[in-house]
């Protein structure tokens, strides 16, 4: 049997979690859904994202001497808002959180490494530079992508959009993944987006 699947596992880091410094409510729900997809032998590869940011980031409202969540977008790779200091490079806050079987990852694919580019989508930075994901998979003959993660309505949605324009088939494990739901109906319109661009949800 040829295996043409990929999972990608967006983002699970400690700053994404209910501790972290950018929350997303209920993270740790989805860790099961997470480790029982990576258990499944369907897969060619598990490619995990992992968000990777020098301290000086300009995604950080810090830096800008702003407050988090400030609308701000300069349309060359920061924004639409500024963030809290999250997943600094080498912290806690930036490691995979300890309830995932990390052990399974088979690509690690870090970004937004660039002090003044953010990159939200494991494919691509928000400047458009290429993070090799795209060659990766279609090396190893993948066609299709079962996507989970952190945060819905951020990362995995501009991934989600990325692995579309890129032609994969597309499945969201909904039971392994939850938003961050900055303004209310951010999870519900992602959802609807997904439906409408042919993503299919599935549960794990
Ligand atoms: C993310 C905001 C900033 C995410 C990363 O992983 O969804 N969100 N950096
Ligand atoms: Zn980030």
């Known amino acids: 049997m040829k295996m ?10 400690n700053d994404f979690y209910e501790t972290g410094s950018l929350p997303v409510s209920g993270a740790s729900q989805i860790n099961e859904a997470i ?18 940011h020098p301290s000086n980031h300009m995604s950080f409202a810090v830096n800008h001497g702003k407050e988090p969540f400030t609308p701000f977008d300069n349309k060359k790779g ?26 399974r990852f088979d690509y690690i694919i870090r970004k937004g490494t660039h002090p ?26 993948i066609e299709e992508l079962d996507i989970c993660g952190l945060a819905l309505d951020y990362c995995l949605k501009y991934t989600v959009h990325d692995a579309l324009l890129a032609g ?11 938003g961050v739901e900055a303004n209310i109906g951010d999870v519900q319109r992602t959802i609807e987006e997904f439906r409408r661009a042919g993503v299919e949800l599935i549960e794990r």
């Open 78 to 103: 920061i924004g639409p808002v500024l963030w809290p200091v999250h997943c600094q490079q080498g912290t806690y806050g930036a490691a995979f959180h300890t309830n995932i079987e990390t052990n």
């Open 168 to 178: 994969f088939k597309i499945n969201v494990i909904i039971n392994g993944t939850k």
């Open 116 to 141: 003044h580019v953010d990159s939200y989508s494991i494919f691509r930075e928000n400047d458009g530079t290429e993070l090799g994901t795209d060659g990766l998979l279609r090396a190893l003959g």
């Open 35 to 52: 480790n029982r997809a990576m258990r499944d032998s369907v897969y060619k590869a598990i490619v995990a994202g992992q968000d990777w």
């Open 4 to 13: 043409r699947k990929a999972l990608i596992v967006v983002d699970v880091q």
